[in-house]
C-alpha cells in the first residue's frame, strides 16, 4: 500500500497500522490457545495465514487505493479474517485495523458500506460465541468504526488541503521567478535605452562639435603649417570615436529594432499579440521617413505599453495601431474597444502593476512631444502620441536649428555653434 505522497506522517501511521493488526492476531492467537479450546490450532493456522496475506498485499506494488487489486486483497483478508472470528472471540478486536485499510483502500462509496459490514460481523461473531451481552459489546465496535471514519476523512481532508497550499506555493514560488526575470529584463532594456540616449545626446553631440571647430581651426591655418597635420590628426581621431560612439547606440538599441525599421517592429508586435479573442491590425499613413533612435524607442514603448494594458484591462475584441509621418510630426495611435476608463478619474486598478500612462507622457514630453488619452466607460480606449520630427539635417538626433551643422551631417549644440560663430569670427579678421 502507498500513499500518495510518501511523508513521515503517512509512513507512521502505516507502521502503527501495521503494528496494530499483526499484534491484534498474536493476541488472539495466543489467548486461544492459553484457554486450550479445541479450536487452538484452527486460530492460529488461521492467525499465521491472515498475518503472512497482510504481509503479502502490503508489500504488493499492484495494491494502491482504488484499485481492483486492493479490493481482491481486501476480500481475502475478510474472508480469512471470518473464519478466524468464527473460532475465537477475541478475534474482535482485529476489526479495527480493518476499518482503516476499507478506508484507506477502496473509494468513500464503497468504504463506508465496508466498515459497517465489518463492524456488524464483529459484533454476531461475539454474539454467537455466546459471550455475555453488555452495551459495550454493541457500543465498542461501532464506536471504533465511527473513530476510523472521522480519522481516515479528516485525514484526508488536511491532506488535500495541504496540497492546495503547496500547490499555491509553487505557483507564487514560479509567479515571483517569472516577475523577476520580467523587471531584470525590463530593467536592462530601460538601461540600455538610457545609456543610447546619454551617449547620443552628450558624447556623439560633443564629438560632433570637437569635428567642427577641428575643421574651421584647419581652414583657418595655413596647408604648410606645422600644427595643420596635428589638427586633421585630431580631427580624423574625433571623427572615428564619433563613429564608435553611433556604433555603440546601435548595439543598445532594443532587440525589436535591431534588425528593421520601426514599422515592421510594430507589425511584428500586432502579429504577437493578435489572439482567437483580440484582433490587432497595423497600418502606416504617410510616406515614412527615418527617425532618430529615441523616436523609434519611444514610439514603439508607447505601442507596446498601450497594447499591453489593452490586453490586460479592457477586455477589447479589436485594436489598431497607426503610425502616421505628416510633414513636421510623426505620431501614433493605438485604439481599441474595450470597456474604456474616465481619463479624470484614472483607469481602475486590478491589482496587475500600473498602467503606465505617466511614463509614456514622460518618454513624449522628453522628445518635445505630446501624449492624449481620450476614452469613456463603455466607449473602448485612444492612447495618441505625437513628436515633432527633427530638423532635416538633424534626423540622427535631437532635434537643432536649421544649417547648424556638423560636417557628418548632425546638429550641433548650442554652446557650440557659439564657439564656431567665433572662429569664424576670427578667420574673417585675420583674412582683413
Not at 262 to 283: I, W, Y
Not at 361 to 367: E, F, N
Request: hydrophobic share 45%; proline share 7%.
Amino acid at each position: 500500500m502507498e500513499t500518495p505522497a510518501h511523508t513521515h506522517v503517512s509512513t507512521a501511521l502505516r507502521l502503527c497500522l501495521h503494528a496494530l493488526l499483526v499484534g491484534l492476531l498474536v493476541l488472539a492467537a495466543l489467548r486461544t490457545a492459553g484457554d486450550g479450546a479445541p479450536q487452538a490450532p484452527a486460530a492460529v493456522v488461521l492467525a499465521g495465514v491472515m498475518a503472512a496475506l497482510y504481509a503479502a498485499g502490503a508489500l504488493a506494488p499492484v495494491v494502491r487505493p482504488h484499485t481492483r487489486a486492493a479490493a481482491v486483497w481486501l476480500g481475502a483478508l475478510g474472508a480469512v479474517w471470518l473464519a478466524l472470528l468464527a473460532v475465537s472471540p477475541d478475534a474482535l478486536w482485529v476489526a479495527f485495523p480493518l476499518y482503516f485499510l476499507q478506508l484507506h483502500l477502496l473509494p468513500v462509496r464503497w468504504g463506508l458500506p465496508a466498515v459497517v459490514v465489518t463492524a456488524a460481523a464483529a459484533i454476531a461473531g461475539f454474539l454467537l460465541h455466546g459471550q455475555e451481552v453488555t452495551p459495550g459489546t454493541f457500543i465498542g465496535p461501532l464506536l471504533g468504526a465511527a473513530v476510523a471514519v472521522a480519522t481516515v476523512l479528516g485525514y484526508d481532508a488536511l491532506f488535500r488541503e495541504s496540497e492546495r497550499r503547496r500547490e499555491l506555493i509553487d505557483e507564487l514560488v514560479s509567479t515571483r521567478a517569472e516577475l523577476a526575470d520580467a523587471e531584470r529584463t525590463a530593467g536592462t532594456l530601460a538601461e540600455r535605452e538610457r545609456l543610447a540616449r546619454e551617449i547620443h545626446d552628450t558624447l556623439a553631440q560633443g564629438l560632433s562639435s570637437i569635428q567642427l571647430l577641428l575643421r574651421a581651426a584647419e581652414r583657418s591655418l595655413p596647408g604648410d603649417a606645422p600644427a595643420t597635420a596635428h589638427v586633421r590628426r585630431a580631427r580624423e581621431a574625433a571623427q572615428d570615436n564619433l563613429a564608435e560612439a553611433r556604433r555603440f547606440v546601435r548595439a543598445l538599441t532594443p532587440p525589436d529594432l535591431e534588425h528593421g525599421s520601426l514599422a515592421a517592429a510594430l507589425s511584428r508586435l500586432s502579429s504577437r499579440t493578435s489572439a482567437p479573442e483580440l484582433a490587432v491590425r497595423f497600418a502606416v499613413s504617410g510616406s515614412p521617413v527615418e527617425l532618430p533612435t529615441p523616436y523609434e524607442v519611444a514610439l514603439l514603448r508607447t505601442a507596446q505599453s498601450a497594447l499591453a494594458n489593452t490586453v490586460r484591462h479592457s477586455g477589447a475584441r479589436r485594436a489598431e495601431i497607426t503610425l502616421s509621418f505628416m510633414e513636421t510630426s510623426v505620431s501614433l495611435d493605438v485604439v481599441d474597444d474595450g470597456r474604456g476608463f474616465d481619463p479624470a478619474a484614472g483607469p481602475v486598478d486590478t491589482g496587475s502593476g500600473g498602467f503606465g500612462l505617466p511614463a509614456m507622457r514622460a518618454r513624449a514630453r522628453s522628445l518635445g512631444g505630446t501624449l492624449s488619452v481620450e476614452s469613456g466607460p463603455g466607449q473602448g480606449t485612444a492612447v495618441a502620441v505625437t513628436l515633432p520630427l527633427p530638423a532635416a539635417d538633424g534626423r540622427d538626433g535631437a532635434p537643432g536649428p536649421r544649417g547648424t551643422r556638423a560636417p557628418d551631417g548632425h546638429p550641433v549644440p548650442r554652446e557650440s555653434q557659439g564657439w564656431a560663430a567665433a572662429e569664424a569670427d576670427g578667420v574673417k579678421g585675420r583674412a582683413a
